[in-house]
């Protein structure tokens, strides 16, 4: 009979050798960041995720610490990363709700522990299991997410004829329609790399289907923000693979897309989509951001919708009277990029571009650059991911919960697996 106290006293020992720095340990932590991983399939469970994260980098820490490591990895993102961080922290005396300020800046202190946590994991163990101890909880999560959303969806009665129900993820007091097209916007990119990494026809024909479910809840979500990124993600892939032949590709794709909407608008189909109440509507909210940075440019009125809101309620109240043909009044930015510059001002959106930036460029080179055809496809999953979800953000001002955390956890995986494989390449050679 096996004696769990002694199997954990024996991963835990340091000498000998099965120490901290084994490769059953690190494995272990490996499996951790997929259950991370796993636990992000649902918004329900996002403390639960971060309760995981945080003990896993905690055990991670201690190792480190007790081996004499350092707890600090550089990377190519340090000075906009922190930079962005520091320019926010400076601006909060400035807010005009500092403590509101100062919870939402909690937020962004989180993922930025998520990204360093996830760049010391990878880096501290052996990476030639790692990228499948990642993508198996991708698969996992996705199937059962999508599933039970579509399932959803079908059961409330909806169809592929009008907008009246739209697929999302099920909660007690409806649907998070924005939380599911997001995620499955972030996920159809790693779908795509596992097709990619996987071999035999059992194994691509699972993440076949999990990409056609996904599919399926972009598609029924009637998003149109989630379906611009996915358009991007297109266009950007197709530039990618055939640089060459890419206008004779994409001008057709267009064509066809526009002919499209036209024949929906035609037969009244999807009329919803075509209402331009919902775009006056954020022309309305930009327009009081725009507004507000116009007035503060350089330290912004405060980080956070919150701020943005008690800012703005008799405006709210004044557009619900005066604009009755919009009969949804935002209350929030709706644009991460227009938060952001009405929150810390234009400095904290220089330094928010410059991180992006960052991130795609260090990625795409990357791809590029990378002989291993797993990294090369993980780098391409990881790449799209990011294009598509900066997009996003453009119509969505939530860049925070599990999203956020996925975000990172690629992003940083997608650094620091590369380095770790170039590493044992340098020792393996003669």
């Not at 189909?269 to 507000?292: A, E, Q």
Request: net charge neutral; proline share 4%; glycine share 10%.
């Amino acid at each position: 009979m096996v004696n769990l106290h002694k199997e954990v006293e024996h991963i835990f020992n340091l000498p000998g050798s099965c120490s901290l720095s084994s490769e059953t340990f690190w494995r272990l932590q490996g499996w951790g960041i997929g259950l991370v991983i796993l636990l992000g399939f649902s918004p329900k469970l996002f403390h639960l995720q971060e309760y995981v994260f945080f003990i896993l980098l905690a055990i991670t820490v201690i190792a480190c610490v007790r081996e004499g490591k350092a707890i600090w990895t550089r990377t190519p993102y340090d000075y906009p990363l922190l930079g962005f961080l520091g320019w926010i922290l400076l601006t909060i005396p400035f807010s005009s709700d500092p403590w509101s300020s100062l919870e939402e800046v909690q937020k962004v202190l989180a993922q930025v522990t998520v990204f360093y946590g996830i760049c010391l994991i990878v880096r501290e163990r052996p990476d030639g299991l790692f990228l499948h101890q990642v993508m198996f909880p991708i698969l996992c999560g996705a199937f059962l997410c999508y599933a039970f959303s579509l399932w959803d969806f079908w059961d409330r009665g909806g169809n592929l004829w009008d907008r009246e129900v739209r697929a999302g993820f099920p909660k007690l007091d409806g649907t998070d329609i924005t939380w599911l097209s997001t995620n499955v916007l972030m996920v159809l990119p790693m779908l795509l790399a596992g097709l990619g990494l996987s071999n035999g026809w059992i194994r691509r024909g699972l993440w076949g289907i999990v990409f056609v479910l996904g599919a399926l809840c972009l598609l029924f979500s009637y998003s149109r923000g989630a379906w611009l990124g996915c358009m991007a993600q297109i266009f950007f892939l197709v530039w990618i693979l055939y640089k060459r032949r890419f206008f004779q590709i994409a001008v057709p794709g267009i064509i066809c897309l526009v002919l499209l909407g036209g024949s929906l608008a035609y037969f009244n189909l999807h009329s919803r989509i075509f209402d331009p109440s919902t775009v006056k509507g954020r022309f309305l909210v930009w327009d009081l951001g725009i507004s507000d940075v116009w007035e503060y440019p350089l330290t912004g009125i405060g980080y956070g919708n919150q701020v943005f809101e008690q800012r703005h309620q008799a405006d709210f109240l004044e557009q619900r009277v005066s604009r009755v043909d919009v009969p949804d009044i935002l209350t929030k930015p709706h644009s991460w990029y227009l938060s952001v510059a009405v929150g810390p001002g234009l400095p904290g959106l220089a330094l928010g571009c410059w991180l992006f930036g960052k991130i795609g460029l260090t990625i795409y080179n990357r791809f590029l650059n990378e002989e291993d055809r797993e990294l090369r496809w993980w780098q391409l999953g990881v790449l799209l991911m990011v294009g598509g979800f900066f997009i996003r953000i453009f119509f969505e001002d939530g860049f925070g919960g599990s999203h956020s955390y996925l975000f990172w956890i690629l992003v940083g995986v997608s650094l620091m697996i590369s380095r770790s494989r170039q590493a044992d390449r340098l020792r393996a050679s003669p």
